[in-house]
Structure formats: C-alpha cells, structure tokens
C-alpha cells in the first residue's frame, strides 16, 4: 500500500461525457502528479501540483483541467470525452516539488473506459 | 528533448533464469529510477541510482549507474513467477526550470513457471 488514494477505481462513460478522478496523497508529501497510461503504452506525464499551485505541465489536453485544494487532494477533470481517452489514469505524490529524486508513489489508478 | 530507450521491449523466460534490460539516453541524467509495474497496479520504486558508476542492490535485483551517465542496467537473478510486469527506468529532466520526470517505454517481463 503506497499511501495514495484514488477514486473510482473504475469507470465507464460516453463519448462526450465530462468525469472527475479524486487522489489523495500520502500523508505529508505536497506534490501531486497525474499520468496518463494507454494501453501498451508507457506513462504519458500530464500534470504536477505542489502545494496547491501548478509546478508543471505535461502533454495535458485542452480537455482536460486539474486542481489541488488546501487539503492536498487533488482532481483531475475530463471533458468532452472521446475514445481515445479510455485509459489507466494515476495519481502520484512525492514530499518535495522539484521532482529532483524522482521518488514517487502512485496510487492504484483508475481505469476510464469511454464508450 | 531528453529520452529514454529501454531494450528489450518485452522478455519471455523461465523461472529461475537471470535477466537484463537496461536503458540508454543521448543526454546525461544525474539520477537513474528503475520502477517496477504489477498487472492492474501502480508503478513502485525498485532502486535508485545517485552517482555514476554507483551499482545498488535489493534483494535479488541489482541496478548501475553507467559511468558515462547516458545509461543504466537492471538484473535480476533467479527469477520467479511475481518478477512478471512491466519495469520502468526513469529520470529527472534537467534541462530549464519545468523539471520533469523522464520515463522509457518500459520492458515488459513474463516468467513461465
């Protein structure tokens, strides 16, 4: 068990459908990180929060928005939603912001399948 | 940009047979992460390299730093039926303020009881 919550495990909408996904991190770590994972496909890195700002971005859709809140959870919103966007969908934290160690710990995920 | 290159793409062996991947970049990294991924779960950190020519153990798994730091190698000895998964090197990007991580593609592991 890593530590990092997330919600729902599994989901399965429509095609043009808006879904929210939930983490909450390990207690005491500050930075929140959400990964794309298609399948076959390796970690596509979409977005990084720290304290509740925004530290970096990956190659994250127009489609797609996030937030981290005072309480260190964080959303990841999906809009507009399209096939291509059934995948597996993590959340990691890491105590520091700068992803200087690389050391992260992902949740289980949470399978979005679009139909 | 920076990438990873992990060879092989995918590995079928038998258990108790040693195995290697490693991963190479055109660019030099200053920190080498090996992860490991189980079927249905999320990666989790095997082994983290620091220092060039560093080579750190756990367990039955051993992993090096290249001395070049454009590459880095993961062994396991031994291997048994829950090494299966997908195993991951990563590193940080240092090139400008937005500091990513780094991941290859991955090797995907099946061992055959």
């Known amino acids: 068990d890593s530590g990092v919550t997330q919600t729902p495990k599994h989901l399965i909408t429509a095609t043009g459908q808006r879904v929210t996904l939930r983490c909450s991190p390990r207690?005491?770590?500050?930075?929140v990180y959400w990964y794309q994972q298609s399948l076959d496909q390796g970690l596509q890195f979409l977005i990084q929060y720290y304290n509740g700002e925004e530290r970096a971005k990956g190659n994250i859709l127009e489609r797609f928005s996030a937030q981290q809140f005072p309480d260190l959870h964080s959303e990841l919103n999906l809009s507009s939603l399209e096939l291509g966007d059934s995948a597996l969908y993590f959340c990691?934290?890491?105590?520091?912001?700068?992803?200087?160690?690389?050391?992260?710990?992902f949740g289980e995920g949470s399978r979005l399948t679009v139909l | 940009g920076q990438q990873l290159n992990q060879s092989p793409q995918s590995m079928f062996i038998q258990e108790g047979e040693d195995v290697s991947m490693n991963c190479t970049s055109s660019?030099?990294?200053?920190?080498w992460l090996w992860y490991k991924q189980d079927p249905g779960e999320g990666p989790v950190l095997l082994i983290a390299l620091y220092k060039a020519g560093e080579l750190t153990s756990n367990g039955r798994l051993t992993a090096q730093f290249g001395i070049t730091r454009k590459d880095s190698f993961l062994n396991i000895s031994a291997s048994i039926p829950s090494d299966v998964g997908i195993y991951f090197c990563?590193?940080?990007?240092?090139?400008?303020?937005?500091?990513?991580?780094?991941w290859g593609l991955g090797t995907s592991l099946a061992v055959n009881p």
């Open positions: 990691a934290s890491s105590v520091g912001g700068g992803q200087n160690t690389g050391e992260l710990f």
């Open positions: 990563a590193g940080p990007n240092h090139a400008g303020n937005n500091r990513k991580l780094i």
């Open positions: 207690s005491g770590d500050l930075s």
């Open positions: 660019s030099i990294f200053n920190t």
